[in-house]
Structure formats: C-alpha cells, structure tokens
C-alpha cells in the first residue's frame, strides 16, 4: 500500500501554560498542505520484523528513534501482526515544523490497518498514532482541526483558503528542534481565542494570528526572519513561521513571483 503523507502548517500557535508532566498546552489550527508529501509504501513482509528502506532527503536517525519504524512495531506489538516492509521516499524537510516525520509515522499505522485488516476506525488510530507524538493524530483526519492539549486534542474548524496560494520556504542550513523552540517559549493565555481571530477577514490575520515561537526562533535564526520578511515584501496577505520552525509560508491572493535565493527549500501550490 502507498499512502502519500502530506505535511501541515500551523495558522497561529500560542503555547498557553507549561504542564505538570513537563509538556505545554497549546492552542493551533493545522492544515494539510496537498501538494507537499512523503510517498509511504507499507507491504507485508517474512518473518516478525520491520524492514525499512528510504531515499530522498537523507535523515540520520538509529532504527529506535526512526518514527516509521516505531510506528510499525507499535502495530506488531498491540496487534500481533507478522512483518512489514516500508520504503519512505523522504520529500519533506525535516526540523521545519511542518510535520513530516509524524506523517510519515500515521501513514505507516493507517497502512497495517489496511494491509493486515484491522478494521479500527479513525478514533482508534489517532488514539494509536498519539502514543508516537503529539501532532500524529491529526494527520488521521487530515481535514483543518484547532489542536489543543499537546496537540492531540481536535476540533474540526472551517478555514477557508481555496484560490490562495501557499508558499512555503526553508533555508537548507537551518533546522529547529522542538528542544530548542520550547527551551525560549514563555507560555501565556491569548486575550483572544485563536477560532475568534480566525474569523476576522485573513488581511486582519497579521500581527494577531501569532506564532509564539517566533520571538526567540528568529533571534537566534535571523535568516528563518528574513524569510517571513520576504514573503510579506513580496506581497503575503499574511505569513508566519510553521510550528516550532524553520518552514515559513505564505499566502497570495495571487501567484506569487517571488526571488527567495538559492539556499532554500521552495514548495508553490494553489489550493483548490
């Protein structure tokens, strides 16, 4: 089975209260992004084990913490199915917040469903893909969903951006771990909800639907600023850092033309 994994984008982030149990709680609406993906190929395989395969963007990571493989045992392991196979045609960067890894790890639990019939619905999986992170579940459904909790609390929401054009963009040599992004952040409680701002009409979106790790990312990534800057130079009606970063995207009401230079990520879609 191949599933094309599609990343995500975050329209506002606010990190609201640092937890007991060390995680935050936070306050985002994410989004699929189409035309940016993964391509996930999941087959049975011989044996009991986990066969993985990639190619494409090279991410160095031991077996352990590969979040394809984790997700493929967790599915061994709560299900007793044999072995699988998995190749990952890697398109997404990786320390973009964008989400790709997690994609990547959701595809690999809704294919086992699929290939070894399962037959758990999609509550069931996002209660599964949860266990291997915060922002898994979300790519069950795929659809636009205001996240809370760590993330894995959803509400679908209706974000409207059909004949916008997205842009996102990422300098090659920068990445943002998620230690990192929350090491500077200083929680606090919007004085408005992030579903109220939404509401306004999306030229109002700047400088209210907030990204709260922007401050400290871009003083210390000044190049991951520039880029925003760009974007709104160039015409955005509004762009903002995606997640925990470095990605930052864009949306033009009409195709953009846009000279980023040639360090960079570049992905251009029109959303249907």
């Known amino acids: 089975m191949t599933i094309r994994a ?9 990190v609201t209260r640092k937890r007991e149990d ?34 494409g963007i090279v991410v160095d990571c031991p077996p352990e913490k590969n979040l394809c493989v984790r997700a493929a045992r967790l599915m061994q392991e709560r299900f007793g199915v044999g072995g699988i196979g998995i190749k990952l045609d890697k398109r997404v960067p990786f ?20 290939i070894y019939n399962l037959g758990l619905d999609k ?11 915060s922002d898994t579940p979300f790519f069950v ?14 509400t679908p929401i209706d974000v409207d951006l059909r004949g916008l ?14 230690k990192e992004a929350y090491s500077g952040i200083i929680p606090k409680m919007p004085s408005e909800s992030l579903t109220e701002l939404l509401k306004r009409d999306k030229s109002e979106w700047q ?3 907030v990204n709260d790790f922007e401050p400290h990312i871009f003083a210390a990534h000044p190049s991951i600023a520039a880029l925003k800057q760009s974007m709104l130079d160039a015409g955005a009606v509004y762009a903002a850092m995606s997640g925990s970063g470095s ?15 040639d360090e960079l990520f570049l992905h251009v879609e029109h959303i249907n």
């Open 6 to 14: 599609n990343c995500k984008i975050n329209l506002g982030l606010f």
């Open 22 to 55: 060390g995680y935050h709680e936070l306050q985002s609406v994410m989004l699929p992004v189409a035309g940016l993906y993964d391509v996930v190929e999941v087959v049975p395989a011989e044996g009991e084990g986990v066969a993985f395969e990639g190619s």
């Open 95 to 114: 320390g973009a917040g964008l989400g790709g890894g997690s994609s990547d790890a959701t595809a690999v639990v809704v294919a086992v469903n699929e």
């Open 123 to 133: 509550p069931t999986l996002a209660s599964l893909a949860a266990e291997l992170g």
């Open 141 to 154: 459904y795929d659809t636009p969903q205001l996240c809370e909790g760590r993330g894995e609390v959803m």
């Open 165 to 178: 054009w997205l842009v996102v963009a990422k300098p090659l040599n920068e990445s943002v771990s998620t």
């Open 207 to 209: 400088g209210s639907v």
């Open 247 to 261: 990605a930052v995207f864009g949306l033009f009401e009409t195709e953009p033309h846009l000279d980023l230079g």
